[in-house]
């Protein structure tokens, strides 16, 4: 279904909008970007979204030059259920960008009309993307869990760690979290923020281990260390690692019973899968389903007590176009944000 779409458009709709975060908060709520990706992983199953893979520019992050210690990504996509298109131009620097204490994450998100080209709406896209980074944890569960409450682990307590637990909470009841963070000061700080979205216990862990436990175990951080072993993961399990880097040894990724990715393409070259795909270990055919293909009844993939999964939904700039998009929409109804007449 594609909605709002005129091409008769007036000049004074060539305008173009320019919308900050704490505007962007008050036009979205969580439960309306999980409802969001939802449409939007329908659309990729569908075939009605189109979503390149990202573009990666290293500024350092690995490579020996510059020494900046940041990279960025480029993610264009198409959503046909709104007729729109646009890009994100997003990384992450933990060199500069961290000793003036500024946020991991900087992003921009450029809207276009798809059929005539001019840019609608520049928006920033840090919320954005801490939103619908959560919000595709929780469809792909939908579609994975046949239950209604359930226990998590978590593995990183910031900024990720909330909105994936917040995300989470619009579609389950949970029950635990057992959260570790290399600094307990952040996961402390955590299970304060989070009680009132967690209906039950929030267990700080004093290993990684310890939280090594529940129906879904989720990975949030910046570490290059395979930390979340095997030998941890209990059958039942689906294990979410959300990170640049491989946060799961190799021996657990060979022996999960599914695989599951938001896009085959990313997927097979960057995060938990790259070094095993580099060496011909995991291959497209390794791969069940995308949440894509779950979500428009494609595939079904419901995990059984003695199985185990890996789930990988890296980030597609499908997710944060299509929240933009309705975020655009609102403003211009409400009548927010500074315009720039595109010429």
Partial sequence: MIWNVDQNI???EMDTLLISQEQIKELI??????????KT??????????????????????????PYKGF??????????????????????????????LPYITSL????????????????????????TGAQTAVALKYILDKKSIKIGLYGAGM??????????????IEEVRVYDVFKGAALKYAENMKDVVKGDIIVCDSPEEAASGDVIIAVTQSKEKFIKNEWVKPGTVVFPMGSYQECDNEFILSA???????????????????????????EENIFATIGD??????????????????????????????????????????????????
Avoid at 109 to 132: H, K, Q, S, W, Y
Avoid at 160 to 173: C, M
């Fill in 72 to 101: 960025m990504n480029a993610m264009p996509a198409y959503i046909g259920w709104l007729d729109v298109a646009g890009i994100k131009w997003a990384g992450g620097n933990l060199g500069k960008r961290k000793e003036m204490g």
């Fill in 294 to 343: 779950l979500a428009f009844g494609n595939k079904t993939a419901k995990i059984q007590p003695n199985e185990r999964y890996l789930c990988i939904p890296i980030g597609t700039g499908a997710m944060d176009v299509a929240v933009a998009g309705i975020v655009l929409q609102k403003a211009k109804e409400r009548g927010i944000g500074g315009t720039y007449k595109f010429v």
């Fill in 10 to 12: 007036k000049e004074d």
């Fill in 160 to 173: 990720q760690g909330h909105t994936q637990t917040l995300a989470i909470s619009e579609l389950f009841n």
């Fill in 29 to 38: 709520t969580m439960k309306e970007v999980v409802e969001i990706c939802d």
């Fill in 109 to 132: 998100i450029m809207m276009i009309d798809p059929a005539v080209g001019n840019f609608t709406g520049v928006l920033d896209g840090e919320f954005i993307t801490n939103c619908r």
């Fill in 257 to 283: 019973d599914k695989i599951i990715v938001d896009h085959i393409g990313q997927c097979l070259h960057r995060g938990a899968l790259a070094e095993l795909n580099h060496e011909g270990k995991i291959l």
């Fill in 41 to 66: 992983f329908q659309g990729m199953g569908e075939g009605t979204v189109i979503n390149p893979t990202k573009v990666l520019l290293d500024l350092g992050e690995t490579a020996p030059y510059p």
